[in-house]
Every structure is written in C-alpha cells, then in structure tokens.
C-alpha cells in the first residue's frame, strides 16, 4: 500500500478539523436555540411579548430549522401590535414581522410529518388572515390565498371554508360567499356549526326561507338536542317580533311554527330555561293577535305560568339545587 505524503496528511488533518469543528458549531448552535427558545417560551407564558420576541429571534438565528419557534415569533409581534396606533412606523413594522413569521411557519410546519406542527401550520395561517383583516392590514385580497391553501391543507376543515365565505361576503360577493359555505357543507355534513353559520348568513342577507331550512336541517341531524329545536323558536320569534312588513297571516303562521319548536324541545327537556322564556315570548305574541278576549286571557295566563317557572328555575341554579 502506497504511505500517504506529509502534504497529504496534512490536508487530511485540515479537513478532519474542518469537519469536528462544523459538526461542533452546529451542536453549539442548537444548544443555544435550544436554551433561547426555552426562554422565549418562559418570557411568552408571561405575556412579556417584547422579551419573547427577543429571545424568539436569538432562537432562529441559532437554528433556522426551529419550525415552531416562527410561529410563537409571528404571534409575539402580533401581541405588540396595537390597533389604536396604526399607521405609526414603529407599530406598523410589528405588524409586518408578525405577517413574515406567520408566513415561514406555515411554510415550514406543514411540510412536517407530525400532526402537532401541522395544527400549528393551520393556526399560522389562520392568524396570518387575521393580520389581513380590517382592524390590521386591511387586505383582503391578499389574505384570499392564504385561506385557499388553508383549505388544500385541510380540505375537510369546515372553518376554512367559513374564513373564506366571510372575505367574499365582506367584499360583497354573495353568490362566492354562499358557494364556499355550501362546499363546508359538502365537506363535513354532520357538523351543526355548518348549519348554523349558513343559517347567520341567510339571516344576514334578508332569506328568512333560507334560514330556518338550514337550522331545520340542523335539527335533523341532531334530533335529541333540544337547543337544536329552541334555536328555530328564537328565529321565528325574532322575525314575527322584529319583522314589520309581516301580514297577519304571516306571523301568525311564524308564531305557531315557533310554539312548535319549542315544544319540542321542551319535550326533550322539560326544565330548560331558555325554553321556556321564549314559549312564553311566543305565547304573548299569538295573544296580541287574538281577537277573542278569553282565549287571549288564557295565553297570557300560560306565558305567566312559564315565565315563572323559569324564574324559579334559575333561582334553584343560583342556590345549587338539582
């Protein structure tokens, strides 16, 4: 075997050097993020986000691989952030910051394998679409995208496409609003938040038809849930109540609808408060349409009975009686 020369050895001996001493300073490194982060999340926990951020940004710069810690990072900004002084260079450059680590946390945490970063991956966006919202940055077009991807990361995630209905709603587009809170539908059919969020929009848009069928779809996939039922009462009420251009068939018909979704779910749970207050709401208003004095008599008198006997309730709740 052929000797190695002196000059061999010692390139040999430089790049083993070379080698212990990268190895080494990357160990040294990660002990020094480690230890930052440490403390950042000491100083966060504390709601001393100025600390936090500080030793956040120590942390990353030690080791840029520390996924979590742009999240924590972004969040500490956002905390510094105020509202109150938009428009102030200082206060809005935290804003930015916060926007840019929200941005690299995404990025990195969802190409992770560990369903922990990727909650934070969809917590990141989340919040950076906050940071595009009207108290912030204002920008809804920019905060489009983000939620488009929120939605290809998680696309059974009824919450993203609700984010996404709001931006379209709030840059009134109707028909796109409606689209994306159907898709959440399609989604996840047998969560009740979906129903309750298309019942709000509907609500909001003036389609009371459209309301009450999507709190009735509701009901029907929670037919042992009496607040299911109670909420349609409120909406009846609410409209026969409030709803001025009603005919007197009209709200008759709404009244009568209410009681019985109220009874409902009062046979569900027969000492449930709120159930009651709203039976009794609704009995005094079919009392104010009725044009025979003793049936009128005979509502009122009902109301007061459920009025009381819901008084009595909370007044047994609030001395801890079963």
């Known amino acids: 075997m052929r000797s190695l020369s002196g000059a061999s050895l010692a390139i040999v001996a430089v790049l083993s050097f070379g080698a212990f001493a990268s190895v ?3 160990k040294v490194g990660e002990i020094k993020a480690k230890k930052a982060f440490k403390s950042a999340n000491q100083a966060y926990q504390s709601q001393d986000y100025k600390k ?3 030793a956040y940004e120590e942390a990353v710069a030690a080791d840029p691989e520390l996924s979590q810690a742009y999240f924590y ?3 500490s900004y956002d905390n510094l952030y105020k509202p109150s002084k938009k428009g ?20 990195k945490l969802s190409a992770s ?3 922990a970063d990727k909650k934070l991956a969809t917590l990141s966006l989340q919040y950076l679409v906050a940071s595009y919202g009207p108290d ?6 920019k905060a489009e995208p983000v939620v488009q991807r929120m939605i290809q990361l998680e696309p059974g995630e009824p919450a993203n496409y609700f984010a996404l209905a ?6 009134g587009a109707y028909d796109e609003a409606e689209k994306m809170l159907q898709n959440a539908k399609q989604a996840k059919p047998s969560d009740p938040a979906v129903y309750m969020t298309l019942a709000g929009y509907y609500n909001r848009q003036g389609r009371f ?11 029907s996939k929670e037919p042992n849930n009496p607040e299911a039922f109670y909420t349609i009462a409120t909406y009846y009420w609410d409209e026969a109540y409030r709803d001025f251009k009603l005919k007197e068939n009209e709200k008759k018909e709404f009244v009568g609808k209410g009681v019985e979704a109220v009874d409902h779910a009062l046979q569900i749970k027969p000492d449930y408060t709120e159930a009651l207050v709203y039976k009794n709401l609704l009995l005094r208003l079919q009392a104010n349409m009725e044009k025979d004095p003793a049936k009128q008599q005979q509502l009122i008198k009902e109301a007061d009975r459920l009025r009381d006997k819901a008084q009595e309730l909370r007044k047994q709740k609030a001395a801890g009686v079963s």
């Open 24 to 26: 080494g300073c990357a």
């Open 52 to 54: 936090a951020a500080a």
């Open 73 to 75: 990072l972004g969040n």
């Open 88 to 107: 102030e260079p200082d206060n809005d450059a935290l804003l930015t910051k916060a926007v840019d680590n929200y941005q690299k946390a995404a990025e």
């Open 113 to 115: 394998n560990n369903p």
């Open 136 to 141: 912030k940055l204002n920008d809804p077009a």
């Open 166 to 171: 709001k931006i379209y709603e709030d840059a």
């Open 209 to 219: 038809d459209k309301t009450i069928e999507a709190l009735e779809e509701r009901a």
